[in-house]
């Protein structure tokens, strides 16, 4: 039995159910989390002290797994928001530091976010003045770093331009909590220098050319290039999931190939992203411990069905073309990662998909949010179905079905359609389910299953999906 602790983002299904429900896949894997209730949300900050110390109790686990903004801020979005000191946030490194030395016998595998810098004017997520100096924000920070790096006089006098335009009292405010950020993202590669650390992953989101955050990701990008097992990631949320991967896939060498069906394109950036579509997929199946084969030597097919000319945006209401043909048939384990859109599937591929049933080579699909979230929990889940000697069929079903039905029948389809109409009654909502529901359970080949549906974050961006 393996034993792994897991430290989520934040209580979003994504961050706290979808890991459990891909260990289960595997009977070999036990996978631990804290009390849900101890980890934060939207608007509330996680239990710091009680999360350390269910931490601190954990014993015998070969594997934990660590987000740093949850331990030293709350979660991903308090980090952002966090009025705490940087000394209070140095004491809880500390604690960390402490407690690692107390599992030595164990691997410790990190991750922490580098703070984003939204295009927006939309504050849900970000602390209060964004809803009304986010984009001049981002444009200060986007003109300062290419006046840095370009040498460019009218991008500095741009930068100083919007500077003013800004209470300097939020400018300030916004310097400093990156500042505390930063440095305290850099105490990590102390704890990796000191062995206690096998694993750091800092992950960058919501990425531009030029920027603070893609300054600060340079730095992070050498030491990178000057450690082994030290990453900097284009993603967030999928994270945990590619860490999970490598706990699973640990002591293994598992190859895996990748198919595009529009191979031409794979240079072409998604959104959201600041590298190309092969070099996404390359660099989320090394991290998550895997390698990268070609298709006669491999053990896992990797089939990404990739865009042509430009990504797609669901929630945008801005669809890429993307599948155009039949669906091979694999003489080998596959898997499927749908990113021709952001934020939901491929509405035409997913019906040439559902045409057939599900055969025994089939490891799983996603389509979900960004490329990186996508891959993450596709390669994990191809991972944990692979190594295992005896696959939990009805665990694996039962989350393909939640993927099914929230990456397409949700965010393609039906997440739109309430928005627009202002629909908030769950009952109607789950109505909309049903056509859907029957497609998915045909083709997975499984009777039918009483499903609950809610909000858990009391917004229509993700939906829980609970199979009774």
């Known amino acids: 039995m393996k034993k792994i602790a897991l430290i989520p983002i934040d209580n979003r299904p994504v961050c706290y159910e979808l890991p459990k429900m891909i260990a289960r896949i595997n009977p070999k894997i036990q996978l631990m989390l804290p009390p849900k209730n101890y980890l934060g949300s939207l608007i509330k900050s996680a239990n710091i002290s009680a999360i350390f110390d269910w931490l601190e109790e954990v014993h015998d686990v070969q594997y934990i797994i660590i987000s740093a903004d949850t331990l030293m801020y709350g979660g991903l979005v308090p980090s952002r928001k966090s009025k705490d000191t940087q000394e209070e946030v140095e004491q809880r490194v500390l604690r960390l530091r402490n407690l690692l030395l107390n599992k030595v016998d164990c691997k410790t595998f990190v991750f922490s976010s580098i703070m984003r810098i939204s295009n927006n004017n939309i504050n849900e997520e970000e602390k209060e003045y964004w809803k009304d100096y986010g984009k001049k924000l981002f444009a200060y920070s986007y003109n300062f770093h290419k006046a840095e790096v370009e040498g460019n006089q009218c ?236 696959v939990s069929e009805k665990a694996f079903k039962r ?15 039906i997440r739109e359609y309430i928005r627009e109409n202002n629909i908030i009654n769950i009952k109607e909502i789950k109505e909309m389910f049903k056509p859907y529901e029957e497609k998915v359970f045909n083709f997975l080949n499984i009777d039918k299953l009483e499903i609950e549906y809610k909000f858990p974050w009391n917004r229509t961006f993700e939906i829980e999906i609970n199979i009774k």
Not at 240 to 250: A, C, E, K, N, V
Not at 367 to 384: D, H, M, Q, R
Not at 399 to 411: C, E, I, K, P
């Open 155 to 390: 991008a500095m006098e741009e930068a100083k331009k919007i500077s003013l335009e800004i209470p300097q009292e939020i400018v300030l405010d916004w310097l400093n909590t990156r500042e505390r950020n930063f440095l305290i993202n850099k105490s990590y590669i102390k704890l990796y220098e000191d062995g206690l650390i096998d694993t750091l992953v800092y992950s960058k989101d919501d990425c531009a050319e030029f920027g603070f955050n893609v300054k600060e990701a340079k730095y992070f990008e050498l030491q990178a290039e000057k450690y082994k097992r030290v990453f900097v990631k284009t993603g967030a949320d999928e994270i945990p999931l590619t860490l999970l991967s490598r706990s699973i896939s640990d002591n293994k060498t598992i190859k895996i190939a990748p198919i595009y069906s529009n191979p031409k394109s794979i240079s072409l950036i998604s959104n959201y992203e600041d590298i190309s579509v092969e070099e996404s997929v390359n660099s989320q199946i090394l991290t998550a411990g895997a390698t990268i084969s070609k298709v006669e030597d491999a053990d896992i097919i990797l089939y990404v069905n990739n865009f042509v000319e430009k990504q797609g945006e669901i929630v945008m209401k801005e669809l890429s073309k993307g599948f155009d043909g039949n669906l091979s048939n694999f003489d080998k384990p596959y898997f499927i990662a749908d990113i021709v859109n952001a934020n939901g599937a491929d509405n035409k591929f997913i019906e040439k998909i559902i045409q057939r049933k599900a055969d025994e080579k089939f490891l799983g699909y996603a389509g979900w949010n960004t490329t990186g979230n996508t891959l993450g929990s596709a390669i994990s889940t191809a991972i944990s179905c692979y190594t295992s000697q005896n």
């Open 399 to 413: 989350l393909q079905v939640t993927r099914l039905l929230d990456d397409w029948a949700y965010q393609a389809n």
